[in-house]
Structure formats: C-alpha cells, structure tokens
C-alpha cells in the first residue's frame, strides 16, 4: 500500500489518498466481495485494484450486485470481467466516493476484452492526471508476455500499475520453493 500525505512533508507532495491492491481469488459470491471491499474502507482506502474476481461478462446480476455493494460502501467501481465462464481473471478498481468528493474525477479508459485489466483516468486538482490500471496477468508465459507488451504501448509516466502479474523480478531473491523445476517468469524480463 502506498499513501501520500499533505500534512506533513515537503510542498507539493500532494493529497492525503492512498492505494491498494489485491487478489481476492473469486467474487462470484457477494459475501466475499462486500468483505473484500469492507477491508478497504475500514483500512481507509482512496484507490483499490482488485485482481481474479472471476466474474464473467454476461452475470449481469453479480456485475449489478458488485456495482452496488461498492456504492453503498462509498466506491465508484470500474469492471473488466472475464470473457468465459470458467476462465480465472477479471479486474476492478475502486474510487472512494471521499477522493471524488474532494475534486477527483474518474474516468473509464478501457478494459482488456478478457478482463485482464481495466485502465482508467484519474484527473485530480492537485496531482494532475494518473492512468491507474488493475492487472492479472496470465500464469502462462507467453500469454503473460504478450499481455505486458500489449499495457506497455500504453504506459507512460502518468501510469499507475498494480495488479498480480504472476511473475516476479529476480528469481533467485523472489521465490520460496522447494521445486525441482525452474520458476517459469516468461514475461519478467
């Protein structure tokens, strides 16, 4: 989690907002989602990203119950969810009703036809503007790499990336395993 603070500091650091991300590993039911995204309001959360809903594209009363469990509990929500039923994935980010209340505007910018990440605008009177997105990338290795080339035409110093990219930066530093088989981390380099 990452915070910024106005209180105290040097100038121009910015607004008190802060951001998190997280694999809740299925939402499908509505009693994980609605303690999913309890956890971030009460840990005060501006920005959330959640990663592998598992929420497919046509269950229009999940999508609609998500929307709704996230307003009531002060959040705007942007979905990508899944194209197949059975498929793992799906992404959403959250903005606190707090953080538009105080000037923000979220908006829509596009969402991976699989539902592996959702980008949005985030415009902010005192920050500017950031790209926020919510990644779950494939456990694949070279769907995932192809899915990093495909952000990275899109990043740029405005972008915020959070996400479960499903591969890590240095192996060796990285990973716990007693496995005998090489960590496969296509997409890392």
């Known amino acids: 989690m990452a915070s910024s603070s106005n209180d105290q500091g040097y100038p121009g650091e910015g607004p008190d907002f802060t951001f998190a991300s997280a694999n809740i590993r299925g939402s499908i039911g509505d009693n994980k989602f609605y303690h999913s995204v309890m956890r971030m309001l009460e840990d005060k959360i501006d920005v959330v990203a959640f990663q592998e809903l598992n929420v497919h594209r046509n269950n229009q009363r999940v999508i609609e119950s998500h929307k709704q469990t996230a307003n009531t509990l002060g959040y705007k929500l942007f979905l990508a969810p899944t194209a197949e039923v059975a498929q793992i994935g799906g992404t959403a980010i959250l903005i606190s009703f707090r953080m538009l209340s105080e000037g923000s505007v979220a908006t829509f910018l596009h969402s991976h036809p699989k539902g592996s990440y959702v980008r949005i605008k985030l415009t902010n009177p005192t920050f500017g503007t950031l790209h926020v997105w919510s990644t779950y990338a494939p456990a694949d290795g ?19 990336l959070m996400g479960d990219f499903n591969c890590v930066e240095d192996v060796a530093l990285d990973t716990r395993r007693s496995a005998n088989t090489p960590y496969e981390n296509t997409g890392a380099d």
Request: glycine share 0%; no cysteine; aromatic share 6%.
């Open 142 to 160: 070279t769907q995932r790499r192809d899915l990093f080339l495909k952000i990275a035409a899109h990043v740029n110093p405005e972008s915020l």
